[in-house]
């Protein structure tokens, strides 16, 4: 009777219940296996996405933002760097060395097009993100990237040298429209899905009217009107940040003496007023740095250093709603303080930049004892979870060649693809009625 029970189907159940299971996990295994790898968690504060393989990896039709990139002429570019290509060649052959390198100093805070153009020219076996592919055929593209230096033009040659009679700069911008317009993709699309780099506030100053239908990525909008610049198309990058980053960093609320720290112009014009009413509040208060600076000499260094040792730095309006100060503070470890009722912050829908900056409306910042009260309120737990957010997220504000996938290229190229669907809703709609379009159905 044993033997009988033994071998009952009541007992062979648990056996065939483990086959069961086993069977179901390994049907979902292989589904996942055949879909592909899993969407990366979102920037919502607890979790950076990673970022893809480089290398061969870097598939258009699998990896991330398709590109299509115009061969401007070098004058264009790397030519604006003293670089000339030989036998006629319009990119500097980056499997064979190192790129030219950018001017240093001020110049290099709105280098943005220079680091988003040399991603794009990056050999394979040397990239290591696909934030970025760069197609060959345009009609697989998601968006056209223009590879024009306009920083570093307007910094450079927008002043008229005699005996000419136009500056260096202009021409430069005429040239470009001039290229634009004749081009089958800019006449496919009207250049909605043209992007344009145009990080100083001054650059493309005289065609951005011309280009109002493309996507900027700008330092902020503060001098552009909404109809040529605005959240819903266009892209906030950060500043190259100019001071040196402060790696592995262990000071803690107790090793940053300085309460606040300011060091720079005081006296600014527009809505940098609020500068100098600041100075003449905070001069004398304990524990605060507050003085004119330059980056002249040594002013870089002597900045870095005191922001190194600084528990809260100014971020203040200037001549713009925006200014390098927040990624100077940002690299320094020291926890931002936003007096700025305009700016607009890079990635601010997948970061919460309250969690590592203090935001304090004008209005209340010129307070008589207002400011330096809030911060002396502001306990040693909550700014150390404040500095241990600002730590973690200092990477994403870096630029470097090659881009690091989760690095400032990598949140830019992530930010353009988060407004193609918006960007390609518009231009579909744009063809309802479109002759061309007609033309192609017939």
């Known amino acids: 009777m044993l033997e009988m029970a033994d071998r009952s189907p009541h007992h062979r159940r648990p056996l065939f219940l483990v086959f069961f299971l086993a069977a179901i996990a390994f049907f979902y295994f292989t589904c996942f296996s055949l879909v592909g790898e899993p969407a990366r968690p979102g920037m919502d504060g607890?979790?950076?996405?990673?970022?893809?393989?480089?290398?061969?990896?870097?598939?258009?039709d699998r990896g991330?933002?398709?590109v299509f990139m115009y061969d401007l002429p070098a004058e264009f570019h790397f030519g604006l760097l003293g670089w000339t290509?030989?036998?006629?060649?319009?990119?500097?052959?980056?499997?064979?060395?190192?790129?030219p390198a950018y001017p240093g100093g001020l110049n290099l805070?709105?280098?943005?097009?220079?680091?988003?153009?040399?991603?794009?020219?990056t050999?394979?076996?040397?990239?290591?993100?696909?934030?970025?592919?760069?197609?060959?055929?345009?009609?697989?593209?998601?968006?056209?990237?223009?590879?024009?230096?306009?920083?570093l033009s307007y910094n450079r040659h927008s002043k008229i040298v005699p005996p000419e009679k136009q500056s260096r700069n202009r021409r430069l911008q005429e040239g470009l429209i001039e290229f634009l317009v004749g081009q089958r993709e800019w006449k496919r699309s009207g250049g909605r899905d043209h992007i344009i780099v145009a990080h100083h506030p001054n650059s493309m100053i005289d065609s951005r009217a011309k280009l109002f239908a493309c996507m900027f990525i700008l330092a902020d909008f503060g001098r552009y009107p909404p109809s040529i610049a605005n959240v819903d198309k266009d892209v906030v990058a950060p500043y190259k940040h100019v001071v040196r980053t402060f790696l592995n960093d262990s000071t803690g609320y107790h090793g940053r003496p300085t309460l606040l720290y300011f060091q720079g112009a005081i006296y600014r014009k527009d809505g940098g007023f609020i500068r100098q009413e600041l100075f003449y509040l905070l001069r004398d208060e304990k524990e605060v740095h507050f003085s004119f600076g330059t980056a002249k000499g040594d002013g870089v260094r002597r900045a870095g250093e005191g922001m190194r040792g600084a528990k809260y730095c100014l971020n203040v309006a200037g001549d713009t709603p925006s200014s390098n100060r927040l990624f100077d503070a940002i690299a320094s470890g020291c926890v931002p303080v936003v007096i700025s009722d305009d700016i607009e912050l890079p990635f601010e829908d997948v970061l919460d930049y309250s969690e590592f900056c203090v935001f304090v409306q004008a209005a209340d910042?010129?307070?008589?004892?207002?400011?330096?009260?809030?911060?002396?309120?502001?306990?040693?737990?909550?700014?150390?979870r404040m500095w241990a957010r600002l730590k973690a997220v200092q990477g994403l504000f870096e630029y470097s060649y090659p881009a690091q996938g989760d690095d400032a290229v990598g949140m830019i190229w992530r930010a353009v693809a988060r407004k193609v669907p918006a960007l390609r809703l518009k231009l579909h709609r744009s063809r309802r009625f479109s002759s061309s379009v007609l033309d192609r159905t017939l």
């Open 109 to 121: 805070q709105h280098s943005i097009e220079y680091w988003l153009t040399l991603d794009l020219l």
């Open 85 to 99: 290509g030989a036998g006629g060649a319009v990119w500097p052959d980056l499997a064979a060395g190192e790129p």
């Open 64 to 66: 991330g933002l398709r």
């Open 46 to 60: 607890s979790a950076e996405p990673e970022p893809r393989t480089g290398g061969p990896g870097c598939d258009p």
């Open 365 to 384: 910042a010129v307070k008589k004892s207002f400011l330096v009260g809030l911060l002396r309120g502001i306990s040693a737990q909550h700014w150390t």
């Open 123 to 151: 050999p394979p076996s040397r990239r290591r993100g696909c934030g970025a592919v760069r197609v060959n055929d345009s009609s697989r593209a998601d968006v056209v990237f223009v590879p024009f230096f306009s920083s």
